[in-house]
């Protein structure tokens, strides 16, 4: 084809994909027009999982009626003006191409009334044509409608997922912006799955309630601004204490200057500050604040603007590290003990038997990769184990050892652990050190599959049924996958409201807190763990969360419990995820590393 220019029609359409990429990111872009409007109220309806219908109404200022045409144009915006403004942008938005991309793809609705005017204008555009503009009496602030999503980009439609995921993405975006503003009155009233609310009081924690539920909003830590000097980075919010840990990091809200901000070096940081306070692979909750001088971030680096760069990493980096763990010292233990001693809550069981461990208090209960350095290097192991791992001619990857296939696993004799992480032993042919956590993990994988396909889940009944409050996310996910949840073994109900009753869970949990379980359970199968059937996100979430982890001392005979129950397994080389479980060092291999042949 000849290079030609695209009809304005094709080009605005392209354009509009990358900005709006579903229901989703439209709303987004909304909430923030009201939100840089200085709404105090926002109420967003769906139909449809907004493919049908969004309605986004709020009582911010409004737009002039001689200024309505233009803001569906693409870089109208009354929010920048110079190249200089964009060094410091205060606005949620800036670029002026909301309104033209969301009118470019569906049939847009427009009321508003501009504060200072006494009548308002309804607009109509539809696929990017204005089919009405006419006076119109209103409240003060705007009311836009959306209809039909993409209903001229059938390749944009197909790609959307299923009505309850559209809608839960919604969820996430409209409460990442109540827990930004707190003094902002949110709503959000989907025609399926759960309504929100936030309070607009102005609390966080308020919010935290009305998102993650009350139990987790009550046992959060304040993280208050050290009012030191004004040019630091200013951070405030709420972390979780280490016991309030979670499964992934989807707990983790960052805020720069109140914008929500996808971040791997922040999320870094807040992790780094939990280090040693907290199990391998677990995660806090957190909703973080950064207030920085505006000219110290970049907001214009990605089309959605959930990217932002730093001019002063470093500083920021340390800011949240320094303000979580001042955090973390000053309240944790307190909240520990009360829910130690109080005995009213469910946790209380779970809470004891693990509290100690994520408290360094016992050296051996569960090192932090530091504490295990140090203590390999008192046994005078770090250079062995650091040569181990780097050095060339110990490279025994599972590649050079091809797969064991089933009951070729030989029968091993367990001498020890290694790191409090890896079981040493010796096989007919040479040494093998096994991962226990990784090794366990295939063990239970197999049998939660085992049983669900025989649907013969071994259920273990409370005696009194464990109460949850489950956020919106866990919600639909229960809602949507019950029946697999259950032939897991769980029994649940609901209770009114976001509680539900626990009455039943998979023997194979065995001990601990029910409620926990289940959170945990569902949080790693919202992420997935890399499957791509539910089967196999639940039969991987209930092994995960039960696997032995890493630091854990175990006792000889645990060492050789584990060592028979991987022999028994199918495919016992590789965890779920395809990580060996295992490595072989052959003894051919020894007398050739030491110079026996
Ligand atoms: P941007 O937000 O980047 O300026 P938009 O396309 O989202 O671009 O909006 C264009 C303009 O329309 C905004 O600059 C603002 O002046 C006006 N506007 C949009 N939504 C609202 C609203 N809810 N209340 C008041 N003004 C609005
Ligand atoms: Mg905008």
Known sequence: MPIRLLRPDVSSKIAAGEVIERPASAVKELIENSLDAGATRISVEVRGGGSELIRISDNGVGIPANEVELAFQRFATSKVSSVEDLDGIKTLGFRGEALPSISAVSRVTLVTRYERESEGTRFEVHDGETVGNEPAGAPTGTTITVRQLFRNLPARQKFLKTVGTEISRIQIAVTRYALAYPEVRFELNPDKGRKFASPGTGDLRAVVAAVYGLQNAEGMLDMTPSDEDDLSPMVWGLVSPPSMDRANRSYICFFVNRRWVQNRFL?????????????????????????????????????????????????????????????????SPVPEVNRLTSGHSPSHARTQATSGAFWPTTPFARPSPSERDRLAEIAGWTSDHDAAQTHPIADVTPESEPMIPKNALPVLRVLGQVQTTYIVAEGPDGMYLIDQHAAHERVMFERVQAQAVASTPEIQSLLEPAVVQLNPEHQELLEAQGEIIGSLGFAIEPFGGD???????????????????????????????????????????????????????????????????????????TCPHGRPTMIHLSSSRLEREFGRT
């Open 267 to 331: 999320s870094f940081a807040l992790e780094q500050a939990y280090h040693g306070f907290m199990a391998e692979r677990r995660f806090p909750m957190g909703v973080v604040n950064i207030n920085l001088p505006y000219e110290d971030v970049d907001v214009n680096a990605h089309p959605a603007k959930a990217e932002v760069r730093f001019r002063r990493e470093n500083q920021i980096f340390g800011a949240v590290q320094q303000a979580v763990r001042h955090a973390l010292v000053t309240y």
């Open 499 to 573: 509680t539900f009753l626990i009455r039943g869970v998979p023997a194979l949990l065995g001990e601990g807190d029910p409620a926990r379980a289940l959170m945990d359970i569902l949080d790693l199968m919202a992420d997935g763990g890399g499957f791509e059937s539910w089967e196999e996100r639940a039969a991987y979430s209930i092994a995960c969360h039960s696997a032995i982890r890493a630091g854990k001392v175990l006792s000889h005979q645990e060492m050789m419990e584990l060592t028979r129950q991987l022999e028994d397994c199918v495919q016992p080389n």
